[in-house]
């Protein structure tokens, strides 16, 4: 059995060969090799850009800043496979060079070894969202929902999304906000119960308090388009919960958009197939229903797949 996964090494996020690997492949890169050279390591990739055609990148991931003659090793073997040399970290050099967290956050986020990349990714979520601790997990399997609903969303959207976490836990926060694209924005609600989640009276309340309080302070700047609420299940007909997403958008103007566990780890699975289309779905075109099935993604896919641009 592997070792239980701590919440506290979960939020690290240093610099490091599996985060690299994980980050670049979730951002549709395909791994050839890796290279260990002393100060840093080389990672060489290939990825189909938007007009069908094969770019080959070599990734140095230094280690401190690295020096010109390391620089210069860089080159020769970047040059050998053809390919475009990009720094991680720094370097004392004009080479092109990104920062680990702008690395990381190019591709939404670092895809951490609790990713759904990793295979027991979707088990755990599946239990985790009926208020479940997974064998090989520690920590409070409500904790651990938001966490992993954090990366889902994060893989899902490839895009930006904010976990507001225990720092907020006494505010009248929903767990995050995701703005993935300048023309969708949502917040988002993690809700790990052993029998699903309910909406009540009181829920619709702590909703429309979410969205007030996210147009007063950030409407300006992005129109909030969904609040979406995650969880196991949801004990209500379908016509119900198009009642209460009708009711928040009549309360303040925010539909909602109720997505069961099983639903999502569908979606996550169909995009870990085609992860560069991420970006170019219609996001609240899916996530503006009151129930979200994954057919919608594939719809989106199609029409996607039509247009002949991606070829990955």
């Known amino acids: 059995m592997p070792e239980p996964i701590n919440i506290e090494e979960f939020r690290r996020i240093n610099p490091s060969i599996p985060v690299t690997v994980r980050t670049l492949t979730a951002g549709g890169f395909i791994l050839k090799a890796t290279d260990r050279k002393p100060g840093y390591t080389l990672f060489y990739v290939s990825r189909y850009d938007e007009f069908g055609n094969v770019q080959f990148y070599c990734f140095a991931l230094a280690e401190n ?13 970047a040059n050998h496979y053809k390919a475009h040399l990009v720094i991680i970290g720094r370097s004392c050099t004009q080479t092109p060079q990104v920062e680990w967290e702008k690395f990381i956050n190019l591709f939404g986020g670092p895809v951490l070894d609790m990713s759904p990349l990793e295979p027991n990714f979707w088990d755990y979520l599946a239990k985790l969202g009926y208020n479940q601790l997974p064998d090989g997990l520690q920590g409070k399997s409500d904790d651990l929902f938001e966490i992993y609903v954090h990366s889902a969303l994060q893989f899902i959207f490839g895009g930006r999304v904010i976990r ?28 790990a119960y052993s029998k699903g989640y309910e909406v009540t009276a009181d829920t619709m309340r702590q909703f429309k308090s979410y ?31 198009i009642e209460r997403s009708q009711e928040l958008l009549a309360m303040c103007g925010t539909p909602l958009s109720f997505i069961n566990i099983t639903t999502l780890i569908e979606i996550g699975k169909i995009l870990a197939e085609q992860p560069l289309a991420r970006r170019s779905i219609n996001w609240a075109r899916i996530f503006t229903r009151a129930n979200v099935r994954s057919e919608h993604v594939t719809i989106e896919l199609n029409i996607i797949k039509k247009d002949g641009i991606f070829r990955r």
């Open 65 to 77: 800043e690295l020096n010109k003659n390391q620089v210069e090793g860089a080159t020769i073997a």
């Open 164 to 191: 507001y976490g225990q720092a907020r836990l006494f505010e009248a926060k929903p767990d995050g906000l995701a703005i993935p694209t300048p023309d969708f924005t949502a917040l988002y609600d993690a809700k």
């Open 211 to 241: 969205v007030e309080d996210y147009n007063a302070r950030y409407s300006s700047f992005y129109r909030l388009n969904s609040l979406i609420v995650i969880s196991g299940e949801f004990p209500h007909k379908e016509s119900t919960l």
